[in-house]
């Protein structure tokens, strides 16, 4: 059965190369015809590594193609994900599979939502990656991928070919709270970074702020996904120093004046906060802060 990838960007290219490297049939589906005359002109992907660079001429086509998906990889931006799944609606059968490769949460119960009669699963990822130029994506960390569906179900048949295209995954029954630890660790991390202008480290010189927005994000898990708030304060400090000279995806998003995924991250926190009834100052005047430097900067703000 082939896989079909939706959102060819950075995490999409780089699960696409190493699946067909390692021999499955993977298909792109790209955005427009101008999209496919540039890849076809581009002669495939091309994914570097340190010195190593590698070119897959994979095949690829555009959502309005016939033939059904029954597998599908989407790995777009949160942002994208209900719009790009719609164009491609009409091909899932009863039964397909959605793996959602989606930061933060949100998106992936609104897909999930449009496409009843699919089997959607959930995906939260380490691996780093970006883009050089179109089609030409950079592998900058390697990292680990969980994945899992909500309610819990048996890992699919499939699952080896992850293993055996060098994909580090594991399938797991608790992806709700991985999606919320690292949400938490998100919240806690990146607007930070944005409104003090600093690499990840530079929030040691602003660890009260962490640590006050780290205890209100252990009372929103609490109530969310109590077992992914064990810990927290002490997994942000980690990670801030095993990420150290790194900027935070968010920031980078911003320096290069691109859309971020605060609604997925730091306004979902806040919006089931309020659902929740819990007052989280901290949390809130962050995301008024957040939203308001956007705004100066002509980004938007959701
Ligand atoms: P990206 O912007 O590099 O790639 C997204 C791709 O989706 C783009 O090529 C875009 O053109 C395409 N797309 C959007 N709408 C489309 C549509 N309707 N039809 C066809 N293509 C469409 O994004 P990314 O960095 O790969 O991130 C994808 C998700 O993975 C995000 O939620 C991100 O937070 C998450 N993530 C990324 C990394 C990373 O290192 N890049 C790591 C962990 C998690
Ligand atoms: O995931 C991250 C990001 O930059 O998006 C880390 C490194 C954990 C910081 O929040």
């Keep these: 059965m082939s896989?079909?990838?939706l959102g060819a960007?950075?995490?999409?290219?780089?699960?696409a190369a190493r699946l067909s490297a390692a021999g499955h049939s993977v298909e792109l589906i790209l955005r427009n015809e101008q999209r496919l005359t540039d890849y076809l002109r581009a002669g495939g992907l091309q994914v570097r590594q340190g010195e190593q660079v590698q070119r897959h001429a994979l095949p690829a086509g555009l959502a309005s193609d016939p033939l059904p998906i029954r597998r599908l990889l989407l790995a777009c931006k949160a942002y994208?994900?209900?719009?790009?799944?719609?164009?491609?609606?009409t091909r899932l059968q009863p039964g397909s599979q959605v793996i959602l490769l989606q930061n933060g949460l949100g998106s992936q119960q609104a897909v999930a939502e449009l496409l009843p009669e699919c089997q959607c699963i959930c995906a939260s990822s380490t691996e780093g990656a970006y883009r050089e130029n179109d089609f030409q994506v950079?592998?900058?960390?390697q990292g680990h991928t969980w994945l899992g569906?909500?309610?819990?179900?048996?890992?699919?048949d499939w699952f080896g070919e992850l293993a055996s295209a060098g994909i580090p995954a594991s399938w797991v029954d608790d992806i709700d709270a991985r999606l919320w630890r690292k949400l938490a660790l998100n919240c806690a991390i990146n607007p930070l970074t944005v409104l003090?202008?600093?690499?990840?480290?530079?929030?040691?010189?602003?660890?009260?702020?962490?640590?006050m927005l780290c205890d209100e994000l252990c009372r929103l898990l609490a109530c969310c996904a109590p077992e992914a708030a064990?810990?927290?304060?002490?997994?942000?400090?980690?990670v801030i120093d095993a990420t150290a000279t790194n900027y935070s995806s968010m920031y980078q998003d911003v320096q290069q004046g691109r859309r971020t995924e605060i609604d997925y991250l730091l306004s979902h926190a806040c919006r089931s906060a309020e659902q929740h009834g819990l007052t989280?100052?901290?949390l809130n005047q962050l995301q008024q802060r957040l939203q308001h430097y956007l705004q100066q900067r002509g980004l938007p703000c959701r």
Excluded: K, M, Y
């Design 3 to 5: 896989w079909h990838l």
């Design 9 to 15: 960007g950075s995490l999409g290219s780089l699960w």
């Design 80 to 89: 994208d994900a209900t719009s790009a799944i719609a164009r491609v609606a």
């Design 138 to 141: 950079v592998f900058a960390g």
């Design 149 to 156: 569906t909500s309610p819990t179900s048996p890992a699919p």
């Design 196 to 211: 003090h202008d600093c690499r990840n480290v530079g929030l040691r010189a602003h660890a009260a702020e962490v640590q």
């Design 230 to 238: 064990l810990g927290l304060h002490e997994t942000v400090w980690q």
């Design 280 to 282: 989280l100052p901290a």
